[in-house]
């Protein structure tokens, strides 16, 4: 009996090894929430990442956008009209509170509510690339509420090869 139960556990910690994960890769082409992004421009590569523009700040836990965020993406989108040649990129910020997938991922999800608004503002798709730093980069490094909500952000700037 007790082979049996070697054998089966053996088994299934091999089954288990064997099994494929689930990784979700920059360069993958699919969608997350509205937004696709295999027609973006790739931020890799010889590039600096220059002119920011206004920031938009989130709530706590939340991708979606708030009122006070609408004028500073006006106003962005306005001047990437104008500059038709510039591609840019929308990088997604987190405060440092959850785990660094988690952070990651609303990190992204941030950047792809700004990118829609700009899309839908009439700004070609192929121009916006999105990154997600998570927690990585906070504007300001300490545990305060003031600090968290700087840090809960989306930075647009643009992309100069």
Known sequence: ???????????????????????IKPDVVGSIGTATFSDEPS??????????????????????????????LKE???????????????????????????????????ALKVKDYYVKFGIAADRIATISYGSEKPAIDENSEFAWSRNRRSETKTIKR
């Not at 009996?1 to 990784?23: P, Q, R, S, Y």
């Not at 989108?77 to 988690?102: C, M, P, Q, V, W």
């Open 43 to 72: 931020v890799r590569g010889d590039f600096d990442i220059g002119n920011n523009l206004k920031i938009v700040y989130f709530d706590f836990d939340k991708s979606d956008l708030v009122n006070d965020s609408f004028k500073a």
């Open 76 to 110: 962005n989108a306005n001047y990437l009209s104008k500059k038709s040649f510039l591609k840019i990129a929308i990088e997604g910020h987190t405060d440092n509170r959850g785990t660094a997938e988690y952070n990651l991922s609303l990190g992204q999800r941030r």
């Open 1 to 23: 009996m007790k082979k049996m139960i070697t054998f089966g556990l053996v088994g299934l910690f091999i089954f288990a090894i064997g099994c494929k994960k689930h990784i």
